[in-house]
Nanobody, 120 residues
């Protein structure tokens, strides 16, 4: 089975920084097409925040460009989201998403989510 384990987040002051990590595990993973971070604020739809592909290309939501950076660890299936200059609007549950080729075919996976609260 594939598991995505998220860590990081918590309470951060406006203007502050935090880093999220998503570590994937599973003996059935054959390749990574992409991994991404989504977020969902109360009363809003889940939205894409940042994505990184297997060959290292990145994509960001306009609202986080220049403030957030997604990166990956080569050798392990781990991605990080460095979040700087946080604002109240960044408060949300952040979910890790992965698009993997596994032994049974291509599939999509989600983490449980980690809360990021920006507040003074």
């Amino acid at each position: 089975q594939v598991q995505l384990v998220e860590s990081g987040g918590g309470l951060v002051q406006p203007g502050g920084s935090t880093r999220l990590t998503c570590a994937a595990s599973g003996t059935s993973i054959l390749a990574m097409y992409s991994m991404a971070w989504y977020r969902q604020a109360p009363g809003k739809q889940r939205e894409l925040v940042a994505q990184i592909t297997g060959d290292g290309r990145t994509n960001y939501a306009e609202s986080v460009k220049g403030r957030f950076t997604i990166s990956r660890d080569y050798g392990t299936i781990t991605v990080h989201l460095q979040m700087n200059s946080l604002t109240l609007d960044d408060t949300a549950v952040y979910y890790c998403n992965a698009d993997f080729m596994v032994k049974t075919g291509r599939d999509d996976y989600w983490g449980q989510g980690t809360q990021v609260t920006v507040s003074s």
